[in-house]
């Protein structure tokens, strides 16, 4: 089975209206000097430069700004550097992990905020075959390739453009940014030609749209890998927020991480976040999955499936600050990563070092290891096809 109809075949109009529907959900929020209100965007994103390559290469940062959201995107991986929402009391903080400066994006291997493809996740000794063909990707996670390779989209310079829209659903401001991956890069076959659009909506959600259209029959997983802490980053541990998750089943992996392909049920495990409960009250549960992956860091079976329009799937809650993260996709599964990396050898904009369970992922994407897993969904795209796929993030406080 190749790509879903919604993946394959519909149109970005109709995800950009059914996107724009699922807001709404954010609260007023008092305003703060130098920080955007929820009256405030409208205005076209402001471009500045970040940095510059070893060979010179220009890398800007443009700043978006609407309904209450504030969101920094450099073009060094597409990557999100700054995502700045409110509290309860109006108070704003970055609630993304990265890095202030070009070097620590260019020499990091934490994938902060990028933009990752061609695959997101992990392929089984960096190798698939495809139409009777086996290609050997780049192998950068021990015998397994990981998103994308050793220079995947997170380490190429994104094409970026700012933009505003205003229509019956009030003004969006974003940034569409493109890369056109050659045939070969990375190992993967056929010339693919990527979109991905960042937007905030005039209620201020975060919205990503992706699209890509190739020359030859590839393989093709994208998302985004932004660690949240709602807390603020450089604030602690995210092992007292309250994950949700409406996920029955989830893959389990082997000692590479790669699933076996099974879809194992998440009842009466560490793994069952339907309920929701903080991330920190079972990571320690000594589970022979935890073990082999040092705390979560697997993909988890959406309920829903794939669908046409983006859905719901999970919320993130922290009560301290009252801030609340609600995301929604049309893919069928999330990798829902705990920062069990991260040693406290790196440090944030804040000043302070990142150390285990400091931040966490929600990726919404395809199955790790599809090509090589022929009942997992498809992630095949051919010629004359697109690929679409959209992801929301909601903001809101209790």
């Given at each position: 089975?190749?790509?879903?109809r919604?993946?394959?075949?519909?149109s970005?109009a109709?995800?950009?209206?059914?996107a724009?529907?699922?807001?709404g959900?954010?609260?007023?929020?008092?305003?703060?000097?130098?920080h955007p209100?929820k009256g405030?965007?409208?205005?076209?994103?402001?471009?500045?430069l970040?940095g510059?390559?070893?060979?010179?290469?220009?890398?800007?940062?443009?700043?978006?700004?609407?309904?209450g959201?504030?969101?920094?995107v450099?073009s060094?991986?597409?990557?999100?550097?700054s995502l700045e929402?409110p509290?309860r009391?109006?108070?704003y903080?970055n609630?993304?992990l990265?890095?202030?400066?070009?070097?620590?994006?260019?020499i990091?291997?934490?994938?902060?905020?990028a933009?990752i493809?061609r695959f997101?996740?992990r392929i089984?000794?960096?190798?698939?075959?495809?139409?009777?063909k086996?290609y050997?990707?780049s192998?950068?996670?021990?015998?397994?390739?990981?998103?994308g390779?050793?220079k995947g989209?997170?380490k190429?310079?994104?094409?970026?453009?700012?933009y505003?829209?205003?229509?019956?659903f009030?003004t969006e401001v974003?940034v569409r940014m493109?890369y056109?991956?050659?045939d070969?890069?990375?190992g993967?076959?056929?010339?693919?030609?990527?979109t991905v659009t960042?937007?905030l909506?005039?209620?201020?959600?975060?919205?990503?749209?992706?699209?890509?259209?190739?020359?030859?029959a590839?393989?093709?997983?994208?998302?985004?890998?932004?660690y949240?802490?709602?807390?603020?980053?450089?604030?602690?541990?995210?092992?007292?927020h309250?994950?949700?998750?409406?996920?029955s089943?989830y893959?389990?992996?082997?000692?590479g991480l790669i699933?076996?392909?099974?879809?194992?049920?998440?009842?009466?495990?560490p793994f069952?976040f339907?309920?929701?409960?903080?991330?920190?009250r079972?990571i320690?549960?000594g589970?022979?999955?935890q073990v082999?992956a040092h705390g979560?860091?697997?993909?988890?079976?959406?309920d829903k499936g794939?669908?046409?329009?983006p859905?719901?799937?999970?919320?993130?809650?922290?009560?301290?600050?009252g801030?609340?993260l609600r995301?929604?996709?049309?893919?069928?599964?999330?990798?829902?990563?705990?920062?069990n990396?991260?040693d406290?050898s790196?440090?944030?904009?804040s000043?302070?070092?990142?150390?285990?369970?400091?931040?966490?992922?929600?990726e919404t994407?395809?199955?790790?290891?599809?090509?090589?897993?022929?009942?997992f969904?498809s992630?095949?795209?051919?010629?004359?096809?697109t690929y679409?796929?959209?992801t929301?993030?909601?903001?809101?406080?209790?």
């Amino acid at each position: 089975m190749e790509l879903s109809r919604r993946t394959v075949m519909a149109s970005a109009a109709a995800a950009g209206v059914a996107a724009t529907a699922l807001g709404g959900t954010a609260q007023a929020a008092r305003h703060t000097p130098g920080h955007p209100s929820k009256g405030s965007g409208g205005r076209m994103p402001v471009k500045e430069l970040f940095g510059k390559l070893a060979d010179g290469t220009k890398i800007y940062r443009w700043t978006l700004e609407n309904g209450g959201t504030r969101l920094k995107v450099i073009s060094y991986g597409g990557t999100v550097q700054s995502l700045e929402v409110p509290d309860r009391h109006g108070r704003y903080a970055n609630i993304a992990l990265g890095y202030d400066n070009l070097h620590s994006y260019v020499i990091g291997t934490t994938f902060f905020g990028a933009t990752i493809g061609r695959f997101g996740n992990r392929i089984a000794k960096g190798k698939f075959t495809l139409d009777g063909k086996t290609y050997q990707l780049s192998v950068n996670d021990g015998d397994n390739s990981l998103h994308g390779g050793a220079k995947g989209f997170d380490k190429r310079v994104w094409d970026i453009e700012g933009y505003t829209d205003r229509s019956g659903f009030g003004t969006e401001v974003g940034v569409r940014m493109h890369y056109t991956s050659v045939d070969g890069e990375m190992g993967y076959p056929g010339t693919l030609k990527v979109t991905v659009t960042y937007a905030l909506t005039a209620c201020g959600d975060w919205r990503i749209d992706y699209e890509a259209t190739t020359d030859k029959a590839t393989v093709i997983n994208m998302t985004n890998h932004t660690y949240f802490n709602l807390a603020g980053e450089g604030s602690g541990s995210i092992e007292d927020h309250v994950l949700r998750i409406a996920a029955s089943r989830y893959t389990p992996v082997d000692s590479g991480l790669i699933p076996t392909g099974e879809l194992a049920p998440v009842a009466g495990t560490p793994f069952d976040f339907r309920a929701g409960k903080p991330v920190g009250r079972d990571i320690r549960a000594g589970h022979p999955q935890q073990v082999l992956a040092h705390g979560f860091d697997h993909n988890w079976v959406l309920d829903k499936g794939i669908t046409d329009e983006p859905v719901e799937f999970a919320e993130l809650r922290h009560h301290d600050s009252g801030r609340v993260l609600r995301v929604a996709t049309d893919q069928p599964g999330v990798q829902f990563y705990s920062g069990n990396f991260l040693d406290g050898s790196l440090v944030g904009p804040s000043g302070r070092s990142y150390r285990q369970t400091d931040g966490l992922t929600l990726e919404t994407q395809h199955y790790p290891d599809s090509p090589n897993e022929p009942s997992f969904p498809s992630t095949v795209l051919r010629p004359g096809q697109t690929y679409r796929t959209t992801t929301v993030h909601s903001f809101d406080t209790a």
